[in-house]
């Protein structure tokens, strides 16, 4: 069956499950006009369709003006102590046919590979793996495409190459499967392909989007000639409260944005308990049902890339929906 065809069978199926669902309340005030191209009655609206949501997309459209769900330390699935190192209970593989096209990518650098790591616990997970899930969904779904966060995690170790060097040998093994493009990207341009949002210095550039001039726990602006991306990462939360204001906060920036900034929405982090040691569901288990319901009171918009902990389908589908 093409795509095409899967979309049909999937709006139609979807639009039958929605209209006996409870309807979505709207915005308070007036929501935006949909355009022409983009009706609910199936040319690219995918509810059901997580595994491939992006393929009935214009060409034209840039990755910044998109709702894109995504994971923050994508790979990080085991922990020594529960809600210390956990992010997620989805694997790669499981992320992406829910509908995630956002990884967040730590890389150990050791013995001349990518080991996958949260600070210092490895998560059982290599680099490759990590490739492997990728280009297998991409290989099974041509018209999406992943954004890939790459970072250098805990310390390196028996290498003979630097972390830039290594990075290359992965993409040698496929590169005309990665976009090393410096700039904010239309989808038309990086579909079947990974794009690099690198957070990594490089000696030979252009390689990926340029996000190594990264803040510390705030909210800041990134910019240079090729691309600005404005970021919410606070990761240290100490109250709940004040952390979802700084969520939506940039919600409300990304969806007034007419141009090409590219908005990266990080609601993950922890709060650190007694004697210092960090909840991740402390924080996890307050933010993530406000996201349902903030996209579920708030149904069609572009809010930007949305890193979360614990993602799941429904979660993402509701961010999904917002693009249609």
């Known amino acids: 069956m093409s795509i095409k065809t899967q979309l049909q069978a999937a709006a139609f199926a979807a639009i039958t499950i929605f209209s006996t669902s409870c309807t979505k309340n709207l915005r308070d005030a007036e929501p935006a006009p949909r355009p022409e191209n983009v009706s609910a009655s199936g040319n690219f609206t995918t509810l059901a369709v997580m595994n491939s949501w992006m393929t009935g997309m214009p060409d034209n459209t840039s990755i910044a003006q998109i709702s894109i769900p995504g994971t923050h330390d994508s790979g990080a699935r085991v922990e020594p102590v529960g809600g210390t190192a956990k992010c997620q209970n989805l694997t790669i593989a499981e992320q992406l046919e829910a509908g995630v096209r956002f990884l967040d990518i730590r890389c150990r650098h050791i013995g001349d590979g990518f080991a996958i790591h949260h600070g210092s616990i490895y998560q059982n997970l290599n680099f490759q793996d990590v490739l492997n899930a990728c280009l297998g969904f991409l290989n099974s779904h041509p018209g ?66 340029d996000a190594t001039n990264w803040a510390d726990n705030t909210t800041f602006t990134s910019s240079n000639a090729d691309a600005t991306l404005r970021v919410q990462d606070q990761y240290v939360v100490p109250d709940n409260n004040n952390k979802w204001t700084g969520v939506t906060n940039l919600f409300n920036e990304a969806y007034a944005s007419t141009g090409n900034t590219l908005y990266i929405n990080f609601t993950s982090g922890y709060k650190s308990l007694i004697f210092g040691i960090p909840s991740i569901t402390t924080v996890s288990n307050n933010i993530n049902p406000r996201i349902n319901t903030y996209f579920t009171n708030n149904t069609y918009g572009h809010y930007g890339i949305i890193p979360m902990d614990f993602v799941d389908a429904t979660r993402a589908s509701l961010i999904v929906e917002s693009n249609f």
């Open 144 to 209: 999406e495409t992943i954004v890939m966060c790459v970072k250098e995690e805990y310390d390196p170790t028996n290498n003979t190459r630097s972390f830039e060097q290594t990075f290359d040998s992965y993409v040698a093994q496929n590169p005309g499967r990665w976009h090393m493009g410096a700039s904010v990207p239309n989808l038309g341009t990086v579909r079947n392909k990974i794009v690099l949002l690198r957070r990594f210095g490089a000696s030979a550039v252009p390689k990926g989007i």
